[in-house]
């Protein structure tokens, strides 16, 4: 059920924030509000608990942006018509109960009951439930319900400066990015630049601030790995960045992790100066099967399910739970520099690449030479100049690989006819110097392998991480159950494959079918020099 429908079907719509609201509760409120109040419903927002907002910035924020919230303290109330919880799930313990006529759910945090147990343990029939924990606030979910129904969100300032807030809030300081659609929304937002700089620097509360120096009393160091802890007071989720930053500051403190308890989990931030350890990645590890967690390479952070936790370590205590989590990552993986390593191809296997159909893009044909890009796609963001002879192949999942033109010519054919694609993301590409952004796919023609890209390639009993041979910088992680490979041609071209892509993209080759293909390829160039 889309925005409009619930529009069409209720008269009454009521919002509701979570107890003591933060900026993106907030803002995800307010978009709503502004498309059911332009819709002619009649709409409010409220939120209850113990404690009415008091934060400098949230107090800016309402006055400011003229979001019309109220407080309400009489828990247990008939409401009529729909009620839609925002940034989190009715039923949960940082939302006071009314009783709605019908419910519905916007959120981004993990979800609190699976979809047929709604009906059972709920006072109203869920008539609405949009949660995707994959995303770095629930604003750009608001944000996301609203471009599907094309309503004109940059129209309004003020609600875009709002969403933008929301967003800048949950993320630390968009540190913690590491959705598309979080990334989306933030650089096509316009909002008001000055109410931004007011509210950025109206975020910290005295009491906030001896938090923050009473927490960096209390750290926890593990010299062998270079990594500190800390476990905090309750605070803002800018807050927990902020001690993280200051802490990685510190001689000798290469990883650091800050985290506090909240009421349904634990929110943690990470910060990392090593260029072996991805920030991003150990949030992903530190949040596995109990919770989300992302970002970049250097700040990163998440969240772990209070329930989660407790089903999945049952006699563990959460600052155990970290000092040994961090441990164990740190000794789970081998490193590969390929310029310092032999690899050992004797327990490997030949492969070849499979002629499946795939979809490239030449750049210099659709964007000036020299042009500043940057290409985003599910993993991440790709940022490089448009040169001649570059090459865009775009994989199945939506993924992206650059190659020069005599990678690609030897790697692939081209194929007549135009490339499409349906994926959880359809990659994008940006010109930076005037900040368009256009649907990759849109320019994309087909190809498929050409059969002479070799491999040797084998299992990962471990996980490991590689360093391009050109490129000591950042590295590439295999995980066990994904594959190592080498180029049969280029012993110091080392890389990984994940499993799943492996199984769809190479199949075994066995030697004797492969110096045959040799063979008569090397004719086929000879007859073609004669």
Request: aromatic share 12%; glycine share 6%; hydrophobic share 35%.
């Given at each position: 059920?889309?925005?409009?429908?619930?529009?069409?079907?209720?008269?009454?719509i009521?919002?509701?924030?979570?107890?003591?609201?933060?900026?993106?509760?907030?803002?995800?409120?307010?978009?709503?509000?502004?498309?059911?109040?332009?819709?002619?419903?009649?709409?409010?927002?409220?939120?209850?608990?113990?404690?009415?907002?008091?934060?400098?910035?949230?107090?800016?924020?309402?006055?400011?942006?003229?979001?019309?919230?109220?407080?309400?303290?009489?828990?247990?109330?008939?409401?009529?018509?729909?009620?839609?919880?925002?940034d989190?799930?009715?039923?949960?313990?940082?939302?006071?109960?009314?009783?709605?006529?019908?419910?519905g759910?916007?959120?981004?945090?993990?979800?609190?009951?699976?979809e047929?147990?709604?009906?059972?343990?709920?006072?109203?029939?869920?008539?609405f439930?949009?949660?995707?924990?994959?995303?770095?606030?629930?604003?750009?979910?608001?944000?996301?319900?609203?471009?599907?129904?094309?309503?004109?969100?940059?129209?309004?300032?003020?609600?875009?400066?709002?969403?933008?807030?929301?967003?800048?809030?949950?993320?630390?300081?968009?540190?913690?990015?590491?959705?598309?659609?979080?990334?989306?929304?933030?650089?096509?937002?316009?909002?008001?630049?000055?109410?931004?700089?007011?509210?950025?620097?109206?975020?910290?509360?005295?009491?906030?601030?001896?938090?923050?120096?009473?927490?960096?009393?209390?750290?926890?160091?593990?010299?062998?790995?270079?990594?500190?802890?800390?476990?905090?007071?309750?605070?803002?989720?800018?807050?927990?960045?902020?001690?993280?930053?200051?802490?990685?500051?510190?001689?000798?403190?290469?990883?650091?992790?800050?985290?506090?308890?909240?009421?349904?989990?634990?929110?943690?931030?990470?910060?990392?100066?090593?260029?072996?350890?991805?920030?991003?990645?150990?949030?992903?590890?530190?949040?596995?099967?109990?919770?989300?967690?992302?970002?970049h390479?250097?700040?990163?952070?998440?969240?772990?399910?209070?329930?989660?936790?407790?089903?999945?370590?049952?006699?563990?205590?959460?600052?155990?739970?970290?000092?040994?989590r961090?441990?164990?990552?740190?000794?789970?993986?081998?490193?590969?520099y390929?310029?310092?390593?032999?690899?050992?191809?004797?327990?490997?296997?030949?492969?070849?690449?499979?002629?499946?159909?795939?979809?490239?893009?030449?750049?210099?044909?659709?964007?000036?030479?020299?042009?500043?890009?940057?290409?985003?796609?599910?993993?991440?963001?790709?940022?490089?100049?448009?040169l001649?002879?570059i090459?865009?192949?775009?994989?199945?999942?939506?993924?992206?690989?650059v190659?020069?033109?005599?990678?690609?010519?030897?790697?692939?054919?081209?194929?007549?006819?135009?490339?499409?694609?349906?994926?959880?993301?359809?990659?994008?590409?940006?010109?930076?110097?005037?900040?368009?952004?256009?649907?990759?796919?849109?320019?994309?023609?087909?190809?498929?392998?050409?059969?002479?890209?070799?491999?040797?390639?084998?299992?990962?009993?471990?996980?490991?991480?590689?360093?391009?041979?050109?490129?000591?910088?950042?590295?590439?992680?295999?995980?066990?159950?994904?594959?190592?490979?080498?180029?049969?041609?280029?012993?110091?071209?080392?890389?990984?494959?994940?499993?799943?892509?492996?199984?769809?993209?190479?199949?075994?080759?066995?030697?004797?079918?492969?110096?045959?293909?040799?063979?008569?390829?090397?004719?086929?160039?000879q007859?073609?020099?004669y």
């Amino acid at each position: 059920m889309r925005l409009s429908e619930l529009s069409e079907t209720f008269s009454t719509i009521t919002i509701q924030c979570h107890d003591n609201p933060d900026a993106d509760a907030i803002a995800s409120a307010f978009g709503l509000f502004c498309f059911f109040q332009e819709q002619g419903v009649k709409t409010e927002i409220i939120y209850g608990g113990n404690y009415q907002i008091h934060k400098p910035n949230l107090k800016l924020m309402l006055h400011k942006l003229g979001i019309p919230i109220r407080y309400k303290a009489d828990e247990g109330s008939h409401i009529r018509g729909l009620l839609i919880t925002v940034d989190c799930q009715y039923g949960s313990g940082n939302v006071t109960i009314f009783q709605p006529d019908a419910i519905g759910m916007i959120d981004h945090h993990q979800p609190e009951l699976e979809e047929e147990d709604d009906s059972n343990q709920l006072l109203a029939p869920v008539r609405f439930r949009e949660i995707y924990p994959g995303l770095g606030s629930c604003a750009t979910l608001v944000w996301s319900l609203l471009k599907d129904e094309k309503y004109p969100v940059d129209q309004n300032k003020y609600l875009s400066t709002a969403l933008f807030c929301g967003l800048y809030a949950d993320t630390s300081q968009f540190t913690e990015l590491f959705n598309p659609l979080d990334l989306d929304m933030r650089d096509e937002l316009l909002i008001d630049r000055s109410f931004f700089g007011q509210f950025r620097n109206s975020n910290l509360t005295l009491q906030e601030l001896q938090i923050a120096g009473a927490a960096l009393q209390k750290y926890h160091f593990q010299e062998e790995y270079a990594f500190a802890t800390i476990c905090s007071e309750p605070c803002d989720p800018n807050v927990l960045g902020m001690i993280s930053d200051f802490l990685l500051q510190v001689d000798g403190v290469g990883t650091c992790v800050v985290y506090n308890q909240m009421f349904d989990g634990y929110k943690f931030s990470v910060r990392s100066c090593s260029k072996e350890v991805k920030a991003s990645e150990l949030a992903q590890y530190l949040s596995e099967e109990i919770g989300t967690g992302g970002g970049h390479f250097e700040k990163a952070g998440g969240f772990i399910n209070l329930k989660h936790f407790k089903e999945k370590y049952t006699r563990e205590m959460i600052e155990e739970y970290f000092n040994s989590r961090i441990r164990s990552y740190f000794e789970s993986f081998d490193i590969i520099y390929p310029r310092e390593f032999q690899i050992d191809r004797a327990d490997m296997k030949l492969f070849v690449r499979k002629k499946i159909m795939t979809g490239f893009v030449r750049l210099s044909d659709i964007l000036p030479l020299g042009t500043p890009i940057t290409i985003r796609t599910i993993d991440g963001d790709t940022t490089l100049n448009v040169l001649e002879g570059i090459y865009i192949l775009i994989g199945y999942k939506g993924d992206i690989r650059v190659l020069n033109e005599w990678e690609f010519k030897r790697e692939y054919v081209e194929v007549e006819g135009r490339y499409s694609l349906e994926t959880e993301y359809i990659p994008t590409v940006k010109n930076r110097l005037n900040g368009k952004s256009e649907n990759l796919i849109k320019h994309a023609f087909r190809c498929i392998s050409s059969g002479r890209h070799q491999i040797y390639a084998r299992e990962l009993e471990k996980s490991v991480k590689v360093f391009p041979k050109t490129d000591d910088s950042k590295y590439t992680k295999g995980n066990p159950g994904d594959y190592i490979a080498v180029n049969k041609e280029d012993e110091k071209d080392i890389f990984v494959i994940e499993k799943d892509m492996f199984t769809v993209l190479y199949e075994e080759l066995h030697e004797r079918t492969a110096e045959i293909g040799s063979f008569l390829f090397q004719k086929q160039k000879q007859d073609v020099a004669y």
